[in-house]
């Protein structure tokens, strides 16, 4: 039975980009924040933010309700969550919400390993990137029971300007994955068409400009100059890993996963497109 009590202690494992400034919220807001990474030279930083330190995630998880995973790659969250890490140390009726994207059967499988324990395990996927974290209005998807989800979302708030339960484990790493292949494809599109622009002699930003009041208005060419490919591959390698398991094609997502390697070294500054 899921526990109705208030959430007042927070874990987070991962403590990099997104990690950082959804401690200083959560902290900001009244939680008691502990987090832990693998680089040591993070501990300052979280200090600042107004969280503590915790030398390992087994220090971490015993005084914590729940837990927040903001880790890099699907295998980084299998360890983190196998029978022999976390899950042993973890009190009965923790929360752990995996914001890291990974595939939907990762979150899926854990919340099965976990049940035993007594442990909840939600996907819990946030939009928007960087800039909306710094700025605390994330939009998170999250996949799980309801109660889980209800009990959660009052942390979730404290970051998250919106929230959408997406049903059950694992459907917000779907809903993520149908974010991340939008999204890259209208970073790719707006490349494309800004070179093309400079090419033939246009005033790239005079253009960017009116194609926000046009109907190519997008979310990166609007915040353009601050994107970054950094995780284009391995998101669009995730959606197709999807798709085959799904049975269909996805024509599109797999060519621009091939393009996104091309473009991977760029952060798409109009200075690029000479302006």
């Not at 890099?72 to 022999?84: H, P, T």
């Not at 292949?181 to 494309?192: D, K, Q, Y």
Request: proline share 3%; hydrophobic share 45%; with cysteine.
């Amino acid at each position: 039975m899921t526990s109705t009590t208030a959430i007042r202690t927070v874990g987070v494992i991962g403590a990099g980009r997104m990690g950082q400034p959804i401690i200083g919220h959560m902290a900001r807001k009244g939680l008691h924040v502990t987090a832990c990474d693998i680089d040591e030279g993070k501990r300052e930083a979280v200090a600042k933010l107004g969280g503590r330190w915790a030398d390992s995630p087994a220090a971490l998880a015993r005084g914590s309700d729940a837990i927040l995973i903001c880790v890099g790659y699907d295998r980084d969250v299998r360890e983190l969550m196998s029978a022999g890490g976390l899950l042993q140390d973890l009190p009965r009726g923790t929360i752990v919400a995996v914001l890291s994207t990974v595939h939907p059967r990762t979150v899926q499988e854990l919340a099965d390993v976990a049940r035993p324990f007594g442990v909840h395990v939600v996907d819990s996927t946030v939009c928007r990137g960087g800039r909306a974290a710094d700025e605390g209005t994330l939009l998170s998807f999250v996949g799980g029971d309801a109660g889980v989800v209800e009990r959660l979302s009052p942390v979730l708030a404290c970051f998250s300007t919106d929230i959408v339960h997406t049903g059950g484990v694992g459907t917000a790493q779907v809903a993520k994955a149908a974010n991340n292949m939008l999204m890259w494809a209208c970073v790719i599109a707006n490349h494309e068409a800004l070179a093309l622009a400079k090419r033939s002699g246009v005033d790239v930003e005079l253009l960017r400009d009116a194609l926000l009041k046009t109907g190519a208005e997008n979310y990166a060419l609007r915040h353009w100059g601050t994107n970054t490919m950094a995780w284009a591959e391995d998101d669009l390698a995730i959606v197709q890993t999807m798709a085959h398991d799904a049975g269909i094609g996805l024509p599109q997502a797999g060519l621009n996963r091939e393009v996104c390697r091309t473009l991977k070294p760029k952060r798409f500054r109009l200075e690029e497109y000479g302006v």
